[in-house]
Nanobody
Framework: QVQLAESGGGPVQAGGSLRLSCTAS????????MGWFRQAPGKEREFVAA????????FYADSVKGRFTMNRDTTRNTVYLQMNSLKSEDTAVYYC???????????????????WGKGTLVTVSS
């Protein structure tokens, strides 16, 4: 079964930047939509961004629009999340996930994607 592995999390000061990566163990997911989600302590899971199979279409949560950029490199089976102008409220565990199709259901906190990574912690200090 394909596995997703996130990396790039860590501590950062408010206003700073981080780039998260998520690599799939094989190219099974090249025909899948990919997404980033996050969950802060004591809060529900939150949709962050989603990208189409070819990378030409990206959807963002309003809370990150204009600050975060998602892209994918199909040759490396990797998606990225460039996070700029980070705020303390961006502190969370960030998860990479994939599903065969994108829908507005991705924004539901209990929607179950086909595949999930184990997450990487981002801590933004003010």
């Amino acid at each position: 079964q394909v596995q997703l592995a996130e990396s790039g999390g860590g501590p950062v000061q408010a206003g700073g930047s981080l780039r998260l990566s998520c690599t799939a163990s094989d190219d099974t997911l090249r025909n899948y939509f990919m997404g980033w989600f996050r969950q802060a302590p004591g809060k529900e899971r939150e949709f962050v961004a989603a990208i189409s199979t070819g990378g030409g279409t990206v959807f963002y949560a309003d809370s990150v629009k204009g600050r975060f950029t998602m892209n994918r490199d199909t040759t490396r089976n990797t998606v990225y999340l460039q996070m700029n102008s980070l705020k303390s409220e961006d502190t969370a565990v960030y998860y990479c996930a994939s599903d065969r199709f994108y829908s507005s259901n991705w924004r539901e906190p209990d929607y179950d994607m086909d595949y999930w990574g184990k997450g990487t912690l981002v801590t933004v200090s003010s």
